[in-house]
C-alpha cells in the first residue's frame, strides 16, 4: 500500500510544482528547462547573478522574486570536510596528507563523507533562511596546483608534485563530491586555481600580481593536465587564479578559459573568480585601466561569476552598461549566466524537494561514526614512514604494557597545530592530540612540550629533561603548522623552525639509546638530514597534518595495532638542501620536481616510503613487447610480501622515453596502485598503459615512434633502493610514423 500512495502523492507533487514554469517541470530535459529560465530574465537580472553579492561584494547572488527563485551563496570551501560553514564538522586529514595514501578510493570516501556533510549542513541553512558564506553546495575544492617549490605556503592544499598523481586524486574528489546519483549533484565541485599558480605567496603585491612566465611545453605538461582531468571528470566549475600567465591575468585570459578551456576540453561549466581576482586585474595587476574594462576582459575571457573582496561594489555589476555600449553581447551574458542556473538546477533547487534523496540528509549525518572512523583511517593511511632504524617500530606489545612513554615538541598535545589550513572545526572531543591518543594505549604517558608554538623561539629544556630521563620510550613532535607554512605565508627555508632542532639533539642524548621517535607536522619538505642520520633517532614518520583524529592514529600506528602498517608514500621530493631546487619566481620546470631533477639525490624521493613488512617484486610481463603508435599496452607485475607482517604496498610504475624528439621528464609516473598484501602471500597487479601516457608535446599531442621503458616497484627507478630488487624493467618499442594524438 506505501509504495503506491507514495508515488501518487510525488506524482501531485510534481504536477502541482510543474505548473508553475517550465524550469521547475521535472519531466522536461535539463536543457530546455534552462532556455526557459535564462529566457525569462531581464538584463539587469541576469548582471546581478554574476556576481557573488549581486550588486554589494558581501553575501549571497539575490533572489528573484517574481519567479520564486531564492537566494544563493558561492563560496563553500570542502577541500577535506566541511570548512567554515556555522557549526561543527568532521576534520580529515589535509590535502596533501591525502596525496600521501597514493589511494584514489579513500580520496572518494572522503569527498563522499564531505558531500554528505555539506548538503546535511546546507538543508538546515535553508530551512531557516540562511544563506551566508560558506552555507552552499557549490565548493571551490579540490586544489590542483602542483607543488613546485619547497617553500610554498600553499602546499599542504594539493595533491604533491606530480601532474598524473595529481589527476588521478582529483578525479576521485570531484566524483566523490558530487555523488553517483543519475539525476542529483550532491553538491558540485570546482577546481582550483587555474592556472599555473604556485608562485610567491608571501609578499602581498607577490601573491596578488605575480606574473607566471611558464613555456608552452612546462604549461601543457605540467600545469595543465589534472585540470583536463578535472573537467573530463564532470566538475561543474574551475576557478581563475591570482596570477598573471606570461602577461595576461587568468581572470581574463581568453586562451585559457576559452579556446583552450571551453574549445579543447569542451567545459560546459562556470569559472569563479578567486576572491577579488577581478579587481586586481586593475588593482593589482593594472592590466586594465578601468572597472568597464575590466568587466569586459573578464567576461569576455570566460569568466562566469565574481567573488570581489576589496571593492564595494562588484566589478561585474557594471556589465549592464557594457552590453548597452556593445562592449558584451546579450548572447554572451546568457551564456556566462546558464551554467550557474544549470549547477543550482542538478543541485536539485528547481525540483520538488522530494524527489532528491540528498535532502533527507541531515543533522545524524554531521560527525557520526563512520565518519570518524573514516578521518582515523585517512589519517593512518597518510602517514609515510621515512627511517625504521632496527625495526624500531613497531613498538613491542610488552613494552606498550609496562613502560613510560615520553611525548614531546610543540605539536605533542596542542590541539590548534595538527589540522593545517582550510580545516573543519569538530567538536573539542572529538580532537586527539598525538598525548591524548597515545595515553589511550599506554598506561603512562608523561609530557613536557619544550616550546609552546610551532615558532619554538622560547625554548623550556628543564622540564623535558627531567620527563625524558624517566621514560623508557621517547615520541618528538615537530614540525610546522599554519604559524610556519600556509596561504600567503611562504617558509623562510628548510629548516626545523625555531629551538626544535636544538630541542631533538638533547632529547636523544637524554635519551641515551632509549628510543626516539620522531613525528613530523608538516607539508613543505623539512630539512631533517640531523635527524636521518643519527643513530640516535630510531624512526622517523611524516604524519603532514591529520587534522582530528591525530593521536589515535599515531597510537595505532606506532604499535602496528589492527593492521595499521604505514604504506603512505611521499607525494612530493624533499630536496636535501636549498641548493638543489631553482628560485620560485622562476617558472621554468628544469630542475624542479622528480620528472625534471638534477643527478644530485635528494633527502627523500617522490615516491619514497617503507612499511613494518617487506616487499618482493617479480614478473613483470607486457602484453606485448612492439606497440603501434596509437595502440594501448596491458602488463602485470608480482609482488609479494617476505616479511613479517600484513601490510599494504604501493605500487608504482614509471615510464621512460627513449628518443622523444622533444624535451620529456626523465620519466613519468604513469600507473600506481595501493594493495594489501597478506604475509607471504602473492598478488599480481595488472596495469593498463595508454597511448595518452606516451604523448609528447610537439606544439600539438604527439604520439611518436621509438623505444620505451617501464620500471615497475614500490620506489622511483634509480634511487634510494628499499630492499634488493625493489625495482624491475622492461623495454617495449612503438612502431609506425608519428600521429596526432587526435588521429589515434
Ligand atoms: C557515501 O556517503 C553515503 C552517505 O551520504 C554513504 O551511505 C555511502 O556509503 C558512502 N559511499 C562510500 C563509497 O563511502
Ligand atoms: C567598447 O567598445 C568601443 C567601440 O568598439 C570601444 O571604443 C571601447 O573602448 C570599448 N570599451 C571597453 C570598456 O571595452
Ligand atoms: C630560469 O631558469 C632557467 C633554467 O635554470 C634559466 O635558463 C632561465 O634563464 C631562468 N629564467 C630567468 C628569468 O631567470
Ligand atoms: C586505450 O585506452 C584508452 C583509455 O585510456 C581507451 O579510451 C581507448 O579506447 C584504448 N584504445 C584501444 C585501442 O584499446
Known amino acids: 500500500m506505501a509504495v503506491p500512495y507514495l508515488t501518487a502523492v510525488l506524482l501531485l507533487a510534481m504536477l502541482s510544482w510543474g505548473q508553475d514554469f517550465p524550469f521547475r517541470d521535472p519531466t522536461l530535459p535539463w536543457e530546455e528547462r534552462l532556455d526557459d529560465l535564462v529566457n525569462r530574465l531581464t538584463l539587469d537580472e541576469m548582471v546581478l547573478q554574476m556576481s557573488k553579492g549581486g550588486v554589494m561584494w558581501n553575501g549571497p547572488a539575490p533572489p528573484i522574486e517574481r519567479l520564486g527563485i531564492r537566494p544563493y551563496i558561492w563560496n563553500t570551501e570542502c577541500l577535506r570536510g566541511d570548512v567554515d560553514a556555522p557549526g561543527w564538522a568532521t576534520a580529515f586529514p589535509q590535502a596533501l596528507g591525502l596525496a600521501a595514501s597514493f589511494s584514489p578510493s579513500l580520496i572518494y570516501r572522503v569527498a563522499n563523507a564531505t558531500a554528505t556533510e555539506v548538503r546535511a549542513k546546507h538543508n538546515h541553512f535553508v530551512s531557516v533562511g540562511n544563506y551566508e558564506d560558506h552555507t552552499g553546495l557549490s565548493c571551490f575544492s579540490p586544489v590542483l596546483n602542483i607543488m613546485r617549490h619547497p617553500l610554498w605556503g ?14 588521478e586524486l582529483g578525479v576521485a574528489f570531484v566524483k566523490g563530491l558530487q555523488g553517483d546519483h543519475p539525476r542529483y549533484v550532491k553538491a558540485s565541485a570546482g577546481c582550483k586555481h587555474f592556472d599555473v599558480h604556485g608562485g610567491p605567496e608571501n609578499i602581498p603585491t607577490s601573491r596578488l600580481s605575480f606574473d607566471a612566465k611558464v613555456s608552452e611545453r612546462d604549461w601543457r605538461m605540467t ?43 569542451g567545459f560546459q561549466g562556470y569559472v569563479v573568480s578567486d576572491e577579488g581576482a577581478i579587481e586586481l586585474i586593475m588593482m593589482a595587476h593594472h592590466y586594465t585601466q578601468s572597472i568597464l574594462e575590466t568587466a569586459v576582459a573578464s567576461v569576455n575571457a570566460g569568466c562566469n561569476l565574481e567573488v570581489t573582496c576589496v571593492l564595494k561594489r562588484n566589478i561585474f555589476s557594471y556589465i549592464g552598461e557594457a552590453v548597452a555600449n556593445g562592449n558584451i553581447s546579450l548572447e554572451m551574458i546568457k551564456d556566462r549566466v546558464r551554467p550557474l542556473f544549470r549547477t543550482r538546477m542538478r543541485l536539485g533547487e528547481f525540483d520538488p524537494p522530494a524527489m532528491n ?72 572531543r572529538y580532537i586527539y592530540t598525538p598525548r591524548r591518543g597515545l595515553a589511550t594505549v599506554f598506561p603512562k604517558v608523561t609530557f613536557a612540550a619544550g616550546c609552546s608554538s610551532p615558532r619554538c623561539d622560547k625554548y623550556s629544556p628543564t622540564e623535558v629533561k627531567s620527563t625524558v630521563e624517566a621514560a623508557d620510550i621517547v615520541v618528538v613532535c615537530l614540525g610546522t603548522g599554519i604559524q610556519m607554512e600556509t596561504e600567503a605565508w611562504d617558509r623562510p627555508d628548510l629548516a626545523l623552525p625555531g629551538h626544535q632542532l636544538k630541542l631533538l639533539q638533547d632529547v636523544v642524548a637524554w635519551a641515551a639509546g632509549r628510543p626516539v621517535i620522531l613525528l613530523l607536522f608538516n607539508a613543505g619538505p623539512l630539512d631533517i638530514s640531523w635527524a636521518k642520520a643519527h643513530n640516535g633517532v630510531g624512526a622517523i614518520l611524516a604524519c603532514f597534518f591529520p587534522a582530528q583524529a591525530t593521536g589515535l592514529a599515531i597510537a595505532k600506528v606506532l604499535v602496528g595495532d589492527e593492521g595499521a602498517n604505514p604504506a603512505g608514500r611521499l607525494p612530493a621530493t624533499w630536496p636535501a638542501g636549498m641548493h638543489q631546487v631553482p628560485p620560485m619566481e622562476n617558472y621554468t620546470m628544469a630542475g624542479r620536481t622528480y620528472r625534471y631533477y638534477g643527478d644530485d639525490p635528494p633527502l627523500y624521493p617522490f615516491g619514497y616510503g617503507l612499511s613494518y613488512t617487506l616487499f618482493r617484486y617479480s614478473d613483470l610481463v607486457l602484453g606485448a613487447e612492439v606497440v603501434p603508435v596509437c595502440g594501448n599496452l596491458s602488463l602485470s607485475v608480482v609482488v609479494e610480501n617476505v616479511g613479517p607482517r600484513d601490510g599494504e604496498e604501493v605500487v608504482q610504475l614509471y615510464l621512460r622515453w627513449g628518443e622523444a624528439s622533444v ?29 595518452h601516457q606516451r604523448a609528447v608535446w610537439a606544439g600539438e599531442w604527439r604520439l611518436e615512434p621509438g623505444s620505451f621503458t617501464l620500471f615497475a616497484g614500490g620506489q622511483q627507478p634509480f634511487q634510494e633502493t628499499r630492499v634488493p630488487s625493489n625495482i624491475l624493467r622492461a623495454d617495449f618499442s612503438v612502431l609506425g610514423s608519428a600521429l596526432k594524438r587526435s588521429q589515434c
Open 663 to 691: 624535451p620529456v621528464p626523465r620519466w613519468q609516473l604513469v600507473g600506481f596502485r595501493r594493495v594489501l598484501v597478506p604475509q607471504g602471500q602473492v598478488t599480481k597487479v595488472p596495469f593498463l598503459l595508454s597511448f
Open 357 to 428: 534523496p540528498y535532502n533527507a540528509l541531515g543533522p545524524g549525518d554531521v560527525q557520526n561514526d563512520a565518519h570518524h572512523q573514516l578521518a582515523l583511517q585517512a589519517a593512518i593511511q597518510s602517514f609515510v614512514l621515512l627511517k625504521n632504524r632496527n625495526g624500531a617500530l613497531p613498538l613491542r606489545a610488552e613494552d606498550v604494557r609496562s613502560k613510560t612513554l615520553a611525548v614531546t615538541g610543540p605539536f605533542a598535545d596542542a590541539t590548534a597545530y595538527l589540522f593545517g589550513s582550510y580545516t573543519p572545526i569538530p567538536e573539542l
Open 154 to 167: 600553499r602546499n599542504q592544499e594539493t595533491y604533491g608534485e606530480d601532474p598524473f598523481l595529481t589527476a
Open 223 to 265: 600545469f595543465l593536465p589534472q585540470f583536463e582531468a578535472c573537467v573530463r571528470a564532470g566538475t561543474f566549475s574551475l576557478m581563475c587564479s591570482y596570477n598573471r600567465i606570461n602577461g595576461v591575468p587568468a581572470c581574463a585570459n581568453k586562451r585559457l578559459l576559452t579556446d583552450i578551456l571551453r574549445g579543447e576540453w
